[in-house]
């Protein structure tokens, strides 16, 4: 098993120092968008302003494997 690191880019960088286990990349993957869906519903509503919003998954030497990058914006209004 290896340990995969899901940080945060929010307007600030939030490291994860703890990391996760998990037995493939695929896993890893799951789990980051498991995760994000369960961050931007649950703070999203009050917090999230629709800016950029990234999830780096990173192995033990801090490398990238993975960016899941989430926006949002409202459509212009026609009539």
Excluded: P
Aim: net charge negative; charged share 30%; glycine share 8%.
């Amino acid at each position: 098993m290896a340990r995969y690191f899901f940080n945060i880019i929010d307007g600030q960088f939030l490291a994860d120092h703890e990391g996760t286990e998990c037995a493939s990349l695929e896993e890893a993957r799951a789990k980051a968008i498991e995760t994000a869906g369960t961050i931007l519903r649950d703070a999203g509503r009050s917090l999230w302003d629709g800016a950029e919003w990234q999830m780096l998954v990173t192995d033990e030497d801090r490398r990238t494997l993975l960016k899941l990058q989430f926006s949002a914006k409202e459509a212009a209004q026609s009539g």
